[in-house]
């Protein structure tokens, strides 16, 4: 590993307190590290991974990062997730590309996720681009999800910097009592294009999903964000679309809520704007100048 | 010193500010008062330069300050707390205060702000600023915003408004302790703010009705006079 592949890392990963039991790094679309443990299991296959989880497990900590630093590699990879019975994990997924050539460069994660009863889920994800070629840095994330009863997960989505192109698709469906909590951060500059799209389906009773979803659009980038939370029974959804737009950026949400009982709860709501003056006026009351006030706010919004 | 010479505020054709002039002296408690709508809030943003004068000029210490921007004017020691607090999508208390003393400032000083207004500090620090937090809540934030900037000229629009009775105690202290080395500007129908000002200034309809305190307090125990809400 050399210092672009160690700071590429160290922008995708993410702190823990607790040690990390089992990890994989991809660089260039091959394996250069692995670590497994008595809990955590990472199995290759083709194009890809199989990670098993032990049922009970406790504090495990599993990095699957990605990182490709060769210009025009289109890196595809399936990795399947199986978490065992009550187990607890975070796992801190993401890729990075460095791109100093004229290459489209990729990288497709398709996961799949099977969630046992009572299990919890953290998993991070983080994209990020650098790089001075113009050759573009895309990433196509999948992100399929099983839920048993009373399962948990919480995603965390970051995309911060220098994705050109992405287009991000999860899918999840839930059984009784589990729940899905996705918070996920997007901005995008210059020419970018991001696109989200959810599908959840709630197929549990009181099974219920959260998702937040705040995004940046600035110079003459675009987003689209499309859900469809669909309640098949007594379930609670909430979506919640927040963007800032700011010169000739745009953002497009798409919302479908699709009730099948009477008894589904299911909102979207969907905010869409500049930045708000009074906020500007009041940051700047306090000293800031309005590009300050303005980086300020775009900061603490993403946070 | 704070001058305002012939100021007039119109908004779309509506004359809201008609020939206002007032002189603001150093370490001196001022109150403005007087029906809803007379204009006070907008007489207020003129002098923290989120609204601009149609004419008339805006003198501090000799200088004219008229055509200062907002920023300007908060570097030059100008300080206004809202009428209505502004809610962020993110932003919490605790960057607001760092952002309005101008540095960063440790989570203990934060909470000395935070308690002079009578908020059970730490709590509080890493909410943000939303409509999570109550009206009272938020109307003493935006107050302690204005106690960390700690500006010359502080200007503190209806800062009683949805403040119960505890706070109103404190309120007055605060205000009592800032006339000490600073201009203080309140506006508020509160008899008990009005008793303690140097000078009250009744503004009805867009102009300055009268300027001396004890006439006032006496119309007001006469009921002659609107108090407002
Ligand atoms: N930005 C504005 N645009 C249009 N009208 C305004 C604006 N600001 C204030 N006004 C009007 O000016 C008048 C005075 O308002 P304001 O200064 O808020 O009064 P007060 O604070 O005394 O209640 C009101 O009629 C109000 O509707
Ligand atoms: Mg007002």
Redesign the pocket.
């Known amino acids: 590993m050399n210092e672009t592949d160690k700071e590429l890392l160290e922008k995708i990963s993410e702190q823990t307190k607790e040690p990390i039991s089992a990890y994989n790094i991809r660089k260039n679309g091959t394996c250069i590290d692995r670590k497994v443990s008595d809990y955590i299991n990472i199995a290759a296959k083709e194009h890809g991974l199989e990670i098993y989880v032990k049922e009970n497990t406790l504090f495990g900590i599993i990095h699957i990062p990605v990182i490709i630093t060769q210009s025009g590699i289109k890196d595809i990879v399936y990795n399947d997730f199986h978490i065992g019975k009550n187990a607890n994990v975070i796992i801190v997924a993401g890729c990075g590309i460095h791109n100093d050539d004229k290459h489209e460069t990729s990288h497709s994660g398709i996961h799949r996720f099977f969630i046992a009863e009572g299990a919890k889920v953290k998993y991070i994800e983080k994209h990020y681009g650098e790089g001075s070629g113009n050759g573009k840095k895309i990433l196509n994330p999948v992100t399929e999800i099983k839920m048993q009863k009373n399962s948990k997960m919480t995603i965390n989505s970051v995309q911060i910097k220098g994705v050109d192109d992405t287009k991000r698709v999860t899918k999840a469906t839930l059984y009784d009592g589990a729940t899905l909590t996705i918070n996920e951060k997007i901005l995008t500059n210059n020419n970018q294009k991001a696109k989200s799209e959810f599908e959840i389906i709630l197929d549990g009773l009181d099974a219920s999903t959260h998702i937040v979803s705040r995004s940046v659009a600035i110079d003459k980038s675009y987003q689209e964000f499309a859900s469809k939370v669909i309640g098949k029974t007594k379930c609670y959804g909430h979506v919640e679309c927040d963007a800032i737009i700011k010169d000739e950026g745009m953002v497009r949400s798409i919302p479908e809520v699709f009730a099948q009982d009477t008894s589904a709860n299911l909102i979207h709501e969907a905010a869409i704007g500049k930045i708000a003056g009074e906020e500007l006026l009041k940051l700047m009351s306090l000293g800031l100048t309005e590009k300050e006030a303005e980086k300020v706010i775009i900061e603490e919004f993403l946070k | 010193m704070l001058e305002l010479k012939n100021i007039c505020f119109e908004?779309?054709g509506e004359l809201?500010l008609n020939n206002i002039n007032l002189t603001f002296e150093d370490n001196k408690f001022y109150v403005i008062t007087?029906p809803?709508?007379?204009?006070?809030?907008?007489l207020a943003k003129i002098i923290m330069g989120i609204y601009k004068p149609t004419s008339g000029v805006i003198i501090y210490n000799g200088h004219n300050i008229t055509d200062k921007s907002i920023t300007e004017r908060a570097k030059l020691g100008f300080g206004y707390a809202f009428q209505t607090p502004t809610l962020f999508k993110g932003l919490t208390v605790w960057e607001l205060l760092n952002i309005a003393k101008g540095k960063k400032i440790s989570k203990k000083e934060a909470c000395t702000f935070l308690s002079q207004v009578g908020l059970c500090a730490q709590k509080y620090l890493d909410r943000e600023l939303n409509k999570s937090l109550s009206g009272g809540e938020l109307k003493r934030i935006e107050i302690a915003s204005i106690i960390a900037k700690n500006p010359a000229i502080a200007i503190f629009d209806e800062p009683e408004a949805g403040i119960d009775l505890w706070s109103f105690e404190h309120l007055t202290k605060i205000f009592k302790d800032m006339v000490l080395d600073k201009t203080t500007i309140v506006i508020s129908h509160q008899e008990r703010i009005l008793k303690m000002a140097d000078k009250v200034i009744l503004?009805d309809k867009g102009t300055v009705k009268e300027v001396k305190k004890e006439d006032f307090l006496t119309k007001i125990a006469n009921k002659e006079c609107a108090k407002g809400e």
Do not use: R
């Open positions: 908004q779309n809201i007087g809803n709508g007379s204009g006070k809030s907008s503004l």
